[in-house]
Structures are given as C-alpha cells and as structure tokens.
C-alpha cells in the first residue's frame, strides 16, 4: 500500500496530466482528488468548476498564484467555451504581440457566439466577452496559449487613443509589422482609410519614411483616398527609424531609452579623488558581513515534476523548519560567500583598467555558478541548476511584473549587454544594469543577488562606493523595483539607490 506521501504524489501527478498550463476543469477531476488536493492546499478554486495548481506555502492575499495561472486559465476556458471561435480584442492582441507580460485587469474577448459577458476573476481582474462575429478575424495567431489578431490587422483596429494609452506598444508594433502584410489589410478593408491615414502619420512619427512612403503609394496606387495624421502626442520611446525582430528587446530598447535621462539628471557625479584599487578591495572586505545579512530570494508558484518527485520519496517538507531550514541557510551563506569572492576578481580587474561591461559578460556565468554550487554539492538542487539561464517561466511574489519567456532571456540579456556598453554615466549603467536584470529575471533564483552585484560592479568602474541594500530597506525597494516594472518610473528606485550608497559610504 502506497504511503500518504506516495499517494499525494500520484494524484498530482495525475491532476498535472488533466491541466492545461496548470489549470483544470473540476469536471474532469476524480472527486477524491480534487477533495484531497485541495485539503492539502495544492488545488485552488479560480471560478466555479475550474481549478489551478499550486504550491501551498503562499501566504494569504499573495497575488502571485494568479500571475501564473492568468493566463492558462485564459487559454482553456475561451477553448473550452469557443473552441476556436474568438479573438482578444485588437488593442489586447497588441499587448501580446508586443511583449507586454503584465496581467490585464480586464482582458476583452471577440467571440463569435454566445453573447457578451463578464467574468469575474481573482486578483480583481475579469474577462469582457462579446460577440461580433462580422469583425471576428479570418485568421489568428496564438500568444501565451490564446488567440490574438495578427499584428497588421490589430494595427489597423486599434482606437486612437491606443497611440497616446500606450504608445511604447505601439511604437513596438510599427517596428515589428511587416508593410507588405499592414498594406493587405488597408487595402483589403477600405471602412479603414481612416486607420491607414493614420497609420501612415505614426509610421512617419517614428521616422520610418521609407515605410510610410511605401503605404501612402499602395493607397494611391489604388486610388484611395486619405487624410494622414498623427495619433502620438509624446516623445518617442524608441530611437528613430529603429527597426527589430522580437517585441521583447524593443521593449527594453524603449525602457532604457526613457528611463537613462532621468537617472542621469539624478545621479550625482563621483567623487574627483582618485579611487586606489587596494584601498577600495579592502573596504570591500570590510563591508562584506554587512553586506551579505541582506539576501532576496525570489521564488514561484509552480506544481513541477521535480517537486512532485520530492513528495513521493518523502523528501519534502511544506514549513522547512528545523534541519531543512538550517541547511538551506547554511548553503546560501557558503554560495553567496563564494559568490561574493568571484565578485572581488571581478572588481580587482576592473579597478585595474578592463571594462566593466566585459568583466560582468565573462563573469557572470562564474557568479552564478558559485552562488548555487554548494546547494548543489549538498544535494538541496539538482546540478542541471548550475547551467545557466532559466528554461520555465517565473513569477514574483508580490509583484505584478512577469518577466518574459525563457526563451527571450538570451537575447535580451545579450541587448542589456549592448546598452550597457553604450551607456558613458556610470549612474545609469549602476541603475539600470540592475534594474534590466531583475526585470529579465534570467535565472529561476539568485536574480536579485547578482543584480545587485552587477549594481556594484558598474558603482565601482565609476568611482562611487560598494552599495549596501539593506534588508530593512526591503519593502522600499521592492516598491521602487516594482514602479519601474510597471509604471516604467526609474525615478523612485533612482532616489533609493542614492540613499543607500551615501549610507553605505557612512558605514563603519
């Protein structure tokens, strides 16, 4: 007879096999499980008959279950409920398509059945459904598991105030589109010559002359009629004429680009005395107790396999407590000693005359590695951890941001790289080098921790000093951190990381 661990282990097993993303119907639930799973906290109700998995150490009012379950919910109920007769509105197709990872408070569906509805959804976020199935699109594509318009028709569908409520999607979009597919659709719906009008003004807006010119002569050509004007109201995001493949590193690209002026108009200059390499590493040294009091971990809510593998052969405990916790502390001590000495390489080099930006692309992989080897030499994570960038997706406790997919994590970490090494204020490279970091959230642990080393790295190229985040400090720069995920406002976060280097310099 299998043990109550045992038993546990295969209904998640089997509830995992059922879900899609992690979410099921309770109707396709054996009524034993889904009576257990729930018991025991790894079964959560997201609306009547339908059901997420999850971890069941989250604390009350945590909002991060439904970050990570937003969207597979999403995907099956609409398939569930329209097969494959639906769209997200034009505007919403757009946030997808442009890389926004954001949960939406209310997400609007096209459907082409069944009348218009609201519903309801944890976290104060709903659906909006309503039917039009003259507008419903021929064709769709398919975006974190849902139906989307494809770029050049939602192009062509968006409202105008789309242009002025989110112009840095908007921005992305008209980079991305292709012209030859934006001028199929203008001209294959002439109910929007107004759109095409206006259309031409933003492409124009953003400096892609050659792009506008070419649409203005397709309408002409056709002997359509039309008016241009422009829907942008503000300064560009984005540099003009710039072009590029994925809405991931255009999304960066415009956060940097709105966000580097204000560091350096805050920023202060660094000291004129001349740093002394042995005297900074020795500060350094001395700071490091108090440096390393202060860890964030960042963790997710996901059911995984190797999780479920822990509870069948009894080697999980839910409350972490006595030994369990003694142990984890102890090797995140010993890594982020380790780390923190690999760090101290880093720093000598660069102090000695190499940039900064190379050192932290050599040495990063290094720095990571000596975080998490003694959690893999003692066996609390599997080794597979060490190889380097996350291959699953990640949420943050507490946070409305959700980093992008895995599979974007290179090339964006390869763009912070290039933006980094353009960059001539060392404020903004300290600033935004970690903020980038954390917001890409490249690993599935430790972002915090080396974020912050890479802060103090670029601190030290530029003559300030070592930078303490202090852990009572916490709740201010989450916040800081979050205003800059979200609302893309550095300002906060800006202000905080002067505050603590000016109190770290302090430090005795």
């Not at 998640?12 to 096999?17: C, E, F, N």
Request: charged share 20%; net charge neutral; aromatic share 8%.
């Amino acid at each position: 007879m299998p043990s109550p661990q045992q038993a546990l282990a295969a209904t998640l097993d089997r509830v995992r096999t059922l879900s899609n993303d992690e979410v099921v119907r309770g109707a396709a639930l054996a009524r034993a499980d889904r009576v257990l799973l729930l018991k025991r906290g790894f079964l959560v109700e997201i609306i009547r008959g339908w059901y997420a998995l999850t971890t069941p150490q989250a604390e009350s009012g945590d909002t991060t279950f439904w970050h990570a379950h937003f969207w597979g919910f999403a995907s099956a109920y609409l398939r569930h409920r329209f097969e494959g007769d639906y769209s997200l509105s034009a505007e919403h197709s757009l946030d997808l398509l442009t890389g926004n990872t954001q949960t939406p408070k209310q997400l609007t569906i096209v459907a082409g059945r069944g009348g218009s509805s609201t519903v309801q959804l944890p976290n104060k976020t709903s659906l909006l459904i309503y039917t039009d199935a003259k507008n419903l699109p021929d064709v769709t594509e398919v975006r974190l598991g849902v139906q989307v318009m494809p770029i050049a028709l939602a192009l062509v569908r968006v409202t105008p105030t789309f242009f002025t409520h989110s112009a840095t999607n908007a921005e992305i979009a008209l980079r991305l589109v292709r012209m030859e597919d934006l001028s199929r659709v203008v001209l294959s719906e002439t109910r929007s010559l107004t759109a095409a009008g206006r259309l031409i003004g933003a492409l124009r807006h953003c400096g892609l002359i050659d792009q506008a010119d070419r649409l203005a002569a397709d309408l002409m050509a056709a002997g359509l009629a039309f008016v241009e004007t422009d829907p942008f109201t503000g300064p560009l995001r984005l540099p003009v004429g710039m072009q590029f493949s994925s809405p991931y590193v255009g999304r960066l690209k415009a956060m940097w680009a709105q966000m580097a002026p204000v560091v350096r108009e805050l920023f202060p200059a660094p000291s004129s005395t001349a740093i002394s390499p042995v005297s900074y590493l020795k500060r350094v040294d001395e700071i490091y107790t108090h440096d390393a009091y202060h860890s964030l971990s960042i963790e997710g809510y996901q059911v995984t396999p190797e999780l479920i593998e822990r509870i069948a052969t009894s080697d999980w405990n839910p409350d972490l407590g006595g030994t369990d916790q003694a142990q984890v502390s102890a090797m995140a001590a010993k890594g982020y000693h380790e780390s923190f000495k690999a760090v101290h390489e880093s720093l000598r080099e660069i102090l000695g005359g190499r940039d900064a930006v190379t050192t932290i692309n050599h040495d990063l992989a290094t720095w990571y590695r000596a975080l998490f080897s003694p959690s893999v030499q003692s066996g609390l994570i599997p080794a597979y951890a060490l190889a380097g960038y996350r291959n699953r997706p990640v949420f943050i406790r507490g946070s409305q941001h959700v980093p992008p997919p895995h599979d974007a994590v290179a090339e964006l970490l390869d763009t912070l790289l290039e933006l980094l090494a353009q960059e001539s204020s060392a404020g903004v490279r300290a600033v935004l080098g970690h903020f980038c970091f954390v917001y890409i959230h490249p690993y599935e642990d430790g972002n915090g921790r080396i974020g912050r080393f890479i802060l103090n790295a670029m601190l030290a190229a530029g003559g300030y000093p070592w930078t303490v985040i202090r852990v009572e400090h916490r709740p201010i720069y989450m916040a800081a951190l979050e205003e800059a995920s979200v609302r893309h406002d550095i300002r906060e976060f800006t202000r905080f990381v002067i505050a603590e280097m000016k109190a770290s310099a302090q430090f005795k």
